[in-house]
């Protein structure tokens, strides 16, 4: 791989102003990491030379919780006739599923080359495991994860999504994902769908022990249900000695129980370290981005699925899921909506463990280019992206695959 | 004017599939207005003949609650840093306006276009009078309308952001506003902004009144609060015969009053034919379409303010207006996304007396190409405006003014 020297771009400035810097910069990539930033810089020989044209240089996006084997993207379109209910959608798909053998391979490949086309460069994937399909989907994405290797960093979580317990032969093939390739344990729902919490969680926290490996669990429940199964969560973390190896993902629990229960809540997850995942749906409670990072936990984003038999909205751009985790918010000022796209970009690399992050020299050398005047520009306006690095390589310009 | 023949698009259909029809038309403009849809049709002598390539179809796109005057589209990023209260933000913008000398005329302009590159072709604005800027944006807003006269259908609400009791001289200069070429009378928060809701609304319904205008009302207000002022407001609508007369934008108060409190105010509105116009913000509560629909009143929607001293946020693309109302009221299925794209086209068109609307012989002439395979995708994806024709002219292509 040739040196890249990408010129005249903009840095984001991490003081309060958070406008582009006025001088600009060149960026200096060698075998895949950033080697030097600074103004002028002299190209080595057999450079490839980039000319930013003035843009503003982001870090690649991160996806923190997306479906990459559900998705319908690129396919004719599904017409959504589905129940409300969270069951409604588990059988839909299911029986879906079953009808049109759905090619999570293609899909999932799909998708993934839509992310790093919008920019995204490491991503954290559920992949359903259950007795129907047993590993067929963890192998279709397993497959993309090596097709695009050298472009894109991909977590895998193994996920029970008709749950553990249900399904007798569902633990043995959790075991399995994870002897074949998934990083992280999911679970969801205790009490709403597993039915018998306290045993559920003991299934998930014995396994992820036995592998050594991270969980990251779906909580859907409201109110005090979700909160009794976070307190549930909660306990099992501490005293497994798991502090930093639980993420939970949507807790929109958090967003409708009483402030001081929730703050008793957050106090817990701070100490345990433990991750929150919001998706910042607009037509559910969620946790308050504002409130938790005060109270020391770390909330980062993600989509959920995109465009699948669950829903048709998602979109692989992840500054679209800044400004929808901004608008959820009320994030209006240029400091507000910053912190919405650190939930897309440094604070994301860091809770899901995506080392060498960031826009200093020895990082991966992910790298966005917009063409926008401050962070919060790019967030709102969501400008296509110029060009897109990942791990050296040019993978996009102007939003198409290079 | 030469006809114009538009060959080869889908339109949408109007059964429960929403899908688009299997057959592509022709469609046949003369004169500014639809004249013949159809398979196959022959190009009359003169006519210019486009391609639609199988594309969708779809009528103009309808704002119908924006500010124009207010936004900072195309200038320099504003840096906001105001304070969290709708009295923060008015004051905020008063100081900005008197420093910068704000240019409505070129700002609203420049987002007119916009809009119509993204295919809105009708749009009602509200436009600031008071007594500091006197009548100055409603000139401003007014020399755009004249400018786009032959490409946008404009209504103009004289709005007093500030109130109309607390700064003597501005219900004079409404009601000069109203003689000048504002087409509606505006109002706000009766009870939080102006302090004395009765005196308030019989100032602005009796002003109404001698004008024989109708009433576009923002009620930011919430619970009961607000839903106090809808009593009074829908009190003077069927006490002085204005039914069908009266809009209340936001309404916040509907999204989080009990079930029956609520229900018994829609049941009132939909006897007065008072319509809603909702922005469905995702960090508020908001009049839940489907549940107002259900009782009979017109729900439709706009963006408020895009891009200015109280918010970044906001498009001209009001197919993703569309989308953000489908995301608050959780619309997931085809048929409800429908009911959003009619939120932003026929709803709209009708509610705000924009006449001639549709895909109809007869019809004046805007149309919107999309390539969707159905109006959920339309919404979902928000593609890329392929061709879009005002009044029979060609005002865009791909996005970009022609």
């Known amino acids: 791989m040739n040196p890249l020297l990408v010129r005249n771009v903009q840095l984001p400035v991490s003081d309060a102003v958070h406008h582009a810097s006025d001088t600009a910069v060149d960026i200096l990539i060698e075998k895949g990491e950033f080697q030097r930033i600074g103004p002028n810089l002299e190209a080595p020989p057999g450079c490839v030379v980039e000319d930013g044209g003035g843009a503003m240089a982001l870090p690649g996006l991160v996806e923190a919780h997306t479906h990459?084997?559900?998705?319908?993207?690129?396919?004719?379109?599904?017409?959504?006739?589905?129940?409300?209910?969270?069951?409604d959608r588990i059988d839909n798909e299911r029986r879906w599923r079953a009808a049109t053998g759905h090619d999570a391979r293609a899909q999932s490949l799909a998708l993934a080359r839509a992310f790093l086309a919008a920019g995204t460069t490491r991503l954290r994937t559920h992949v359903d495991i259950d007795t129907d399909a047993g590993l067929r989907h963890l192998h279709g994405v397993l497959a993309t994860r090596e097709a695009l290797a050298a472009q894109m960093q991909m977590q895998i979580v193994a996920?029970?999504?008709?749950?553990?317990?249900?399904?007798p032969g569902t633990e043995a093939l959790l075991d399995e994902a994870l002897r074949s390739g998934a990083d992280i344990l999911g679970g969801l729902d205790p009490c709403a769908i597993e039915g018998d919490p306290v045993r559920a969680l003991d299934t998930l926290f014995s396994l992820a022990q036995r592998h050594g490996c991270p969980l990251d669990l779906h909580l859907h429940e409201p109110g005090s249900m979700g909160a009794y199964s976070l307190d549930l969560i909660l306990q099992r973390t501490a005293a497994l000695g798991m502090r930093g190896m639980v993420?939970?993902?949507?807790?929109?629990?958090l967003g409708d129980i009483a402030?001081?229960?929730?703050?008793?809540?957050?106090?817990?997850?701070?100490?345990?370290d433990v991750v929150i995942v919001t998706t910042a749906p607009p037509s559910r409670p969620v946790p308050p981005v504002a409130a938790c990072r005060a109270a020391g936990v770390r909330v980062v984003g993600g989509n959920d699925?995109?465009?699948?038999?669950?829903?048709?909205?998602?979109?692989?751009d992840?500054?679209?899921?800044?400004?929808l985790i901004g608008l959820r918010n009320n994030f209006r000022r240029d400091d507000e909506i910053a912190v919405a796209l650190d939930c897309v970009t440094h604070a994301a690399a860091a809770a899901c463990g995506f080392g060498r992050y960031g826009l200093a020299r020895g990082d991966r050398a992910d790298l966005v280019l917009v063409n926008a005047q401050t962070v919060a520009e790019a967030v709102v306006a969501r400008p296509v992206?110029?060009?897109?690095?990942?791990?050296?390589r040019i993978v996009a310009r102007n939003g198409v695959p290079a």
């Open 385 to 392: 992206r110029q060009l897109v690095v990942s791990a050296g």
């Open 247 to 253: 993420t939970v993902s949507h807790a929109f629990c």
């Open 259 to 272: 402030e001081n229960e929730r703050d008793a809540l957050l106090r817990r997850m701070a100490d345990l």
């Open 159 to 167: 996920f029970p999504q008709s749950g553990v317990l249900g399904r």
């Open 68 to 87: 990459l084997d559900k998705t319908l993207w690129g396919m004719p379109w599904y017409r959504n006739e589905v129940g409300p209910n969270l069951t």
């Open 318 to 323: 992840m500054l679209e899921r800044a400004m």
């Open 305 to 316: 699925g995109i465009r699948d038999t669950w829903t048709p909205y998602g979109s692989p």
